[in-house]
Structure formats: C-alpha cells, structure tokens
C-alpha cells in the first residue's frame, strides 16, 4: 500500500547462510525506508497446520511432546509441516492419523498464525474437526508423542496457570473459546 | 520426571551451524526415547518482553510495523528482545519507551509463551501495564514502526478476521479478553 512507503522495506540482495536438514536461513540486505540499508536473517519454512479435533463429548484429543530445544514435555494441540506444496487440508489429515490416529468427518479451517514474524516465513493453518474416528497412530520414526484428551476448561485453566506456553495452542485455545461462546463462528463442512 | 522416559531425548553433541548477525543455530545429536540416534536443529535465542499498555480509557497502545520475513506490515502489541541477561521487566520499560514513548506507572506480569517450540528457545514474558505518561519515542536506527491506539473490541476483532496474525498479539489478546471478562485475574503492582 502507498500510504505505508515510511515502513516498507525493499530487497537489494539475499545470500543463503545456512542449509542444514532442516533449517534453512537467508541474510538478505534491505533498503529501508529513510534510504538507508539494513539487513536481515530469516528461516524459510514450508508453513503448517493445527488440528483441534473436538470429540463427540466435547473433549479435545491433545498431545504431550519433548520438545528439545525447550528442554521439556510440552502441551500441544495435533499440528504438523506440509510436505512441500502439499494442500494444508491433506496435510491436516494426513496429520492428525499419522500423530493421534484419528479421521474426522467433518473439517473447518478457522484462521492462521505467524509464529515468529522477525525471523521466519512459517505461518500455521487453525483447523477445526470433528465426527472423529480412532484407528491406530502411525508415527514417523524419531517421533514420539502421547495422545490424551482434555475438557476445554482444562485447557484454558492451562493456558492461564502456565501448563501451556506453545503459541499456536495457546492461540487454539483462543478460538476455542470464542467459538465455544458464540462469539466467533465456524462454517462446518462434511 | 521419569514416568516422561518414553518421550524424553537426550543431547549427545552439539555442532554451531550458523553464526549471523541475528541468527545463531545449533545441531545437535540426540538420543532418542528408543535408543536410536536424531538430529535436532534450532535457533538459540535469549528471549524477549511483550507489553499490554492499557490507556486510561481503555484503549491499548498499539504498532503497525513492516516485517521483513512476512513481506508486509503487521499489527502488534509492542515487544523488544533482551538485551543479553537483561531483567525481563527492565526490557520491557525500555523497549516501551523506545518504540512507543510511553512509560507506565504500574506493570504486572501474565505469564509466558513459546513461540515456536520446535526450532527455537526463545520464549516471550507477557506484561501488561498502565498508568501511561507520554513523551517522545527513541527508536533505534533501522526501525520504523507506526504506533497508534485500539479498543479492546476492535483487537479482538481483527484476531477474529485475520488482520491479526502475529502469535504474541494473539496471545496478548488472549489473555485481554480473560481479564476484561473477570476469568484471569492480575495482580497490579505500582
């Protein structure tokens, strides 16, 4: 937009400073708006998605992860990075049997989120489902995770007391709410 | 905890892949819950202060700021990192006053989130403060940023309709809503 010319900044040059097997950074040197330049390191990521499977009984199916570089078991809503150019809504589903073991009949995506906007390009998808099915979880090797189920009151009592620090579940928990209020809607489709 | 033992993974090595000017990134070996071996890459970062001014009025004080990795302006709550093993409320004083101008008679802490659990440390302490006096800000050079103000009904509007999309504002409109509400309590001190 033109009325946001005192903010924006411009690409002169972008120089690849890390490709490791999974991070992969750039240093890009950026013309500023007062003329000047600056510039700026950055992770590309293919984005990903969160799944906030609500059962029949309105718990949600949740899971317990380590997370190495918090150093510990953390709180999550499912979530998973898409395979490339992978539709979000394949992913989701691929997702959520691959970690929990769970289809669902019935999905509605609710927003998205930037985790880190200083640093990284990773937005995260929010999706909802329901109508859930168990089967058996088929997960990655070098993955391990247990799945568990909670009240939403759980949850925002976690979110609160600390239990939960993950941004994109605090942020799922927020939608929850204000869904589970009427606040917010959701347009379910089978 | 040890019941956790089927989750935990343990550092073998650790191996600097990137050290930027912005970024610096670890790969480490890891010993996974099985007995097998992974490699976990991650962004080390010394963590960083949100701040939730609340205007005599009402309204929040608020920034619009381009965002390099996002390719456009985001609308936020005000934030800062660390300077080193900087006191988090110490920053969170400072980089108020920076970006904003503002300084604020009274500040209580909420709490903490992780922005992005899987390849970084950084967390993110939650502040909200009022009492605000203004007078000129002292952005740093290479920022530009916009600050302007929004009621509470507006903020969580936006986060509803995807004009939010930044995790810390998010979570900082998160845990408004709950306060404003009665459902979180703060503990104000002067």
């Known amino acids: ?41 950055y992770v590309v990521h293919p984005g990903a998605v969160m799944m906030i499977p609500i059962l029949e009984d309105g718990r949600l199916v949740m899971e317990r992860q380590y997370r190495y570089p918090m150093g510990r078991v953390m709180v999550e809503f499912p979530a998973g990075k898409l395979d490339g150019p992978e539709d979000v809504l394949v992913c989701a589903k691929r997702e959520l049997l691959e970690e929990t073991g769970y289809t669902a009949a019935e999905w509605v995506r609710a927003g998205q989120l930037h985790p880190v906007i200083s640093y990284s390009t990773e937005f995260i998808d929010i999706w909802f489902c ?51 209020a009427g606040a917010w809607k959701l347009d379910w489709k089978p």
Do not use: Y
């Open 130 to 180: 329901r109508g859930l099915t168990k089967s058996q979880a088929k997960l990655d090797d070098e993955e391990f995770l247990e799945v568990f189920t909670a009240t939403p009151q759980q949850v925002f009592d976690w979110c609160r007391d600390g239990t939960i620090t993950d941004s994109k579940t605090l942020i799922g928990a927020f939608w929850l709410q204000n869904i589970l």
């Open 1 to 41: 937009m033109t009325q946001d010319k005192h903010l924006i900044e411009e690409k002169i040059a972008s120089e690849e400073i890390l490709k490791g097997r999974f991070l992969h950074a750039f240093r890009d040197t950026v013309r500023l708006p007062d003329g000047g330049t600056a510039t700026r390191e």
